[in-house]
């Protein structure tokens, strides 16, 4: 109950002016209630041109009304004072340093609910009651909160401005079309606003565009990030492996090749061994045989002597010293220089790869896809130079003029036999290998009463040269636009898209092999956008024409 109590209070005994409880209330003719003080002040302001109204019903009065106090409003005023229910508006209510005052409020303000550009006057929720309640403010126009009313008043005539001078660009009154805007072109704001909210709409559709596209484009760079992340990853996994597994070789030749020096080591020193036990048998023989020959010397029987000498074993052979002293010793120098030389092999073999791959990290090239050209000016920056191989083209196919032109003839051409010629459709490739970003036109001139058509195309060189599936456009190889008379169509994989446009003799072609880009445009005295693909490309494409006419040529023009 108390609560409804305030509520009554501040609906019922509250100033519409100041908000405040009523301070010496008055009832003015029309029946609304004010503090005195607020509305005399409030009339006092609007003295100079006479009016005096009702703040709230706006009922106007021909004579100031005279301000008598109302005792009974006053009594109930007081006595519910008594009672406690003194209630203010919450001071969420009222208007700060930041936001709009009502200018109906006296004393302490409260926020704006709206803004009239009729009254060019700012309410609060109390004192906007009247537009929704009167039908004599139905025409009224509410806005948000406003600081820049008065900026509608034309300074020269008073008046709101509700025109527009397009010769001064600015706004005007209905008043300035007399002296100063005289023999201007003006509108009505209205109108005025209708034509820049069309450029408006214009510009946020280009800005949503352009906002679609960039997000697209964080999307391709976060792409990139984890696809740079995992080849990163993938590398350093392999290179630890490879690594890995030449220390692992290196190790396993070091242990083979201190197993085969162990080896022969051992062997070698088993031999020289057993030839040092055979020489010292031959020493220990030969010093007993010396020990016997001096004995022998001594014998003073000259009979004894000669027999014992005689009867004496011949001396060995001598096997050993020779050939032990044939040459200085060689042990395994030889394998230190073979190490050697492969150490320092492999050092030239790792300086030399190394430096291949470590230029080969550091072209790892990270950009934004760049934006297609939007003049023909624009296109011809990336114009590239397009001449036809003569090995692809069908046999019917004259190929001329440097390379560039191709013309169907009656006949087969003297061409040599090659796997790369076309066999069963009038069709030719570029010799060049398209990548990067290219832009090239091609002229097409019909040959008799009948338009035969042709096919402006890419395509991966890898496209069969022989049978339906190489014709351009049928097929996961090739994107081609047919153009026919005063039509188009584009193929590819077989799937026909319907392609409409101002018809052209002179098809320009635009390729950005890195973003996937592919468009066709009709080439007159202005470009326009014919059909556009967006798609992966996964090899080089090579530019191709295909040709449904006898006597029909196109040309692939010279753009520089």
């Known amino acids: 109950m108390a609560q409804k109590g305030v509520q009554l209070y501040q609906e019922t005994f509250s100033c519409p002016i100041c908000r405040d409880p009523l301070k010496d209330p008055v009832t003015i003719p029309c029946g609304h209630s004010y503090c005195m003080s607020c509305i005399r002040t409030h009339w006092d302001g609007k003295e100079e041109k006479g009016i005096h109204s009702c703040p709230q019903c706006r009922q106007t009065f021909t004579a100031r009304p005279v301000l008598l106090k109302n ?7 007081e006595e519910l004072k008594k009672t406690g229910l003194q209630a203010a508006p919450a001071d969420h209510c009222y208007a700060g340093a930041e936001d709009v005052a009502c200018d109906f409020c006296t004393g302490r303000k409260l926020k704006v609910l709206k803004s009239c550009l009729v009254c060019l006057v700012s309410y609060c929720e109390q004192h906007l009651q009247p537009h929704y309640e009167s039908a004599a403010f139905e025409k009224h126009k509410l806005v948000e909160p406003s600081r ?7 300074s020269h005539h008073d008046e709101v401005m509700k025109m527009f001078c397009r010769t001064d660009q600015q706004s005007i009154c209905y008043l300035c079309p007399e002296d100063q805007h005289k023999g201007h072109d003006t509108v009505s704001a209205a109108a005025e606003r209708t ?5 408006l709409e214009r510009s946020r559709l280009n800005i949503q565009q352009r906002i679609q596209d960039r997000e697209k484009d964080l999307k391709e760079l976060q792409q990139e990030v984890e696809a740079i992340s ?9 290179g630890e492996e490879t690594f890995t597994e030449l220390i692992r070789l290196m190790e396993r030749r070091s242990s083979e090749l201190k197993q085969q020096v162990r080896s022969q080591q051992e062997a070698k020193v088993s031999r020289v061994k057993e030839l040092q036990e055979e020489l010292e048998q031959e020493i220990r023989e030969l010093k007993r045989r010396d020990a016997e020959l001096e004995e022998l ?18 001396l060995r052979e001598d096997t050993h010293s020779s050939s032990i002293n044939i040459r200085p010793l060689r042990h395994f120098e030889d394998v230190t220089a073979a190490v050697s030389e492969l150490r320092e092999k492999l050092q030239d073999a790792l300086r030399d790869h190394w430096t291949n791959i470590s230029l080969t990290v550091t072209q790892v090239d990270v950009s934004l896809p760049q934006p297609e050209p939007t003049t023909r000016a624009g296109f011809l920056e990336y114009a590239q130079q397009i001449t036809l191989d003569p090995n692809t083209a069908n046999r019917r196919l004259l190929v001329s003029e440097e390379n560039r032109k191709v013309t169907v003839e009656g006949k087969d051409q003297p061409y040599s036999a090659h796997p790369d010629r076309f066999t069963d459709r009038y069709q030719v490739l570029s010799r060049e290998s398209l990548t990067g970003r290219c832009y090239w036109e091609v002229e097409m001139k019909e040959g008799g009463w009948w338009f035969g058509g042709f096919s402006v195309a890419v395509t991966y060189k890898s496209i069969r040269r022989d049978g339906k599936d190489s014709e351009l456009g049928l097929n996961d190889k090739s994107w081609a636009l047919y153009c026919g008379r005063n039509s188009y169509q584009f193929y590819h994989n077989s799937v026909q898209t319907p392609v409409s446009g101002p018809w052209s003799s002179r098809v320009g072609v635009y390729l950005d092999h890195r973003a996937g880009v592919l468009s066709f445009y009709s080439v007159s005295e202005t470009m326009t956008l014919l059909h556009r693909v967006q798609t992966c490309f996964t090899q080089p494409l090579h530019a191709g024409v295909q040709i449904y006419r006898f006597g029909s040529s196109a040309e692939f023009c010279k753009l520089t």
Request: proline share 2%.
């Open 297 to 314: 010397s001594h014998t003073e029987d000259h009979s004894q002597f000669v027999h014992s000498y005689r009867s004496l074993p011949a």
């Open 195 to 199: 034509e820049r909210q069309t450029e």
């Open 230 to 238: 995992s080849s990163a990853d993938e590398a350093v996994e392999h």
């Open 71 to 77: 005792t009974t409003l006053a009594a109930v005023v």
């Open 148 to 154: 820049k009313l008065q900026e509608n008043i034309c």
